[in-house]
T-cell receptor
Framework: DAGVIQSPRHEVTEMGQEVTLRCKPI?????LFWYRQTMMRGLELLIYFNNNVPIDDSGMPEDRFSAKMPNASFSTLKIQPSEPRDSAVYFCASSPGDSGFVGEAFFGQGTRLTVV | AQSVTQLGSHVSVSEGALVLLRCNYS??????LFWYVQYPNQGLQLLLK??????LVKGINGFEAEFKKSETSFHLTKPSAHMSDAAEYFCAVSPNFGNEKLTFGTGTRLTIIP
């Protein structure tokens, strides 16, 4: 398996623009997570899905952020409108959820977002 | 609620020396505990995990960790550091009844001195 695939790897956008980050989880994994990593706040869980259904979105910072998982092989994280403070590395991760256990997560390489 | 505290945001050791990265947990239920490693410009990768089967857990790249309930600790060790161990290390916790998200620590950056 190719692992968790994220695109793009780097994104530079102007403040106010819409940004869409994409993720393809590992085939067969039931759980998908979106994380954000910054120097100031470390690694933050934004939202996670189980079988394409959002389970916990309490980490989504504002209404400007939204995430979807239309099917088992694709998820998006959208920021509209973007702001400079959204600059961060965004990671997608998936987990097999064997026997309901989600602890072992497989991470993508991340998308480095810069909002200018 | 679960949380982990990593003592020391930066640790430097000489090549060949012992590596010790500290993690203490707080959990209202028996926890599962994890160590992840992040190499520069990469995502996180699982090093090892404790799921109550054995208190001493061996992971990849020669790392191991010991679960000590009396000390609420899960420190990561490696007997002899290698240059390739330079990375950021994250401790994480989840409840042991599954279906729950991981809570990560703030990370420890390990530097290896030649």
């Amino acid at each position: 398996d190719a692992g968790v695939i994220q695109s793009p790897r780097h994104e530079v956008t102007e403040m106010g623009q819409e940004v869409t980050l994409r993720c393809k989880p590992i085939s067969g994994h039931d759980y998908l997570f979106w994380y954000r990593q910054t120097m100031m706040r470390g690694l933050e869980l934004l939202i996670y899905f189980n079988n394409n259904v959002p389970i916990d979105d309490s980490g989504m910072p504002e209404d400007r952020f939204s995430a979807k998982m239309p099917n088992a092989s694709f998820s998006t994280l959208k920021i509209q409108p973007s702001e400079p403070r959204d600059s961060a590395v965004y990671f997608c991760a998936s987990s097999p959820g064997d026997s309901g256990f989600v602890g072992e997560a497989f991470f993508g390489q991340g998308t480095r977002l810069t909002v200018v | 609620a679960q949380s982990v505290t990593q003592l020391g945001s930066h640790v430097s050791v000489s090549e060949g020396a012992l590596v010790l990265l500290r993690c203490n947990y707080s959990s209202s239920v028996p926890p599962y505990l994890f160590w992840y490693v992040q190499y520069p410009n990469q995502g996180l990768q699982l090093l090892l995990k404790y799921t109550s089967a054995a208190t001493l857990v061996k992971g990849i790249n020669g790392f191991e960790a010991e679960f000590k309930k009396s000390e609420t600790s899960f420190h990561l060790t490696k007997p002899s550091a290698h240059m390739s161990d330079a990375a950021e290390y994250f401790c994480a916790v989840s409840p042991n009844f599954g279906n729950e998200k991981l809570t990560f620590g703030t990370g420890t950056r390990l530097t290896i001195i030649p």
